[in-house]
């Protein structure tokens, strides 16, 4: 049994910060991608950040000089830096990992259940 768990959303003023996080655990035997998505209301779901097992970043062009993606992989724990936050940054972000059972050994795509990031004023 695996889980990703969020956490650091928050309100926060335009032009804050804010770190999210997202931890896994339990039957984990490797974690490959991990990535963070965003869907704010009436919008579909996009992509926000990706990072591979050796590092390699990937951000949507909004994000891009503000947002930095970033993993420990000791702790199976990836995180969100996101600085000069704009109104249009609000949306319930998600976490998603590709993680190989230490049971099954399948590889699957699990998901957390969202942390809520509302930037206003």
């Known amino acids: 049994q695996v889980q990703l768990v969020e956490s650091g959303g928050g309100l926060v003023q335009p032009g804050g910060s804010l770190r999210l996080s997202c931890a896994a655990s339990?039957?984990?035997?490797?974690?490959?991608?991990m990535g963070w998505y965003r869907q704010a209301p009436g919008k579909q779901r996009e992509l926000v950040a990706t990072?591979?097992?050796?590092?390699?970043?990937n951000y949507t062009d909004p994000v891009k000089g503000r947002f930095t993606i970033f993993r420990d992989n000791p702790k199976n724990t990836v995180y969100l830096q996101m600085n000069e936050l704009k109104p249009e940054d609000t949306a319930l972000y998600y976490c998603?990992?590709?993680?190989?059972?230490?049971?099954?050994?399948?590889?699957?795509?699990?998901w957390g259940q969202g942390t809520q990031v509302t930037v206003s004023s």
């Open positions: 990072i591979t097992s050796g590092g390699t970043t």
């Open positions: 998603k990992g590709d993680i190989r059972d230490r049971s099954t050994r399948y590889v699957m795509n699990y």
């Open positions: 339990g039957s984990i035997f490797v974690i490959y991608g």
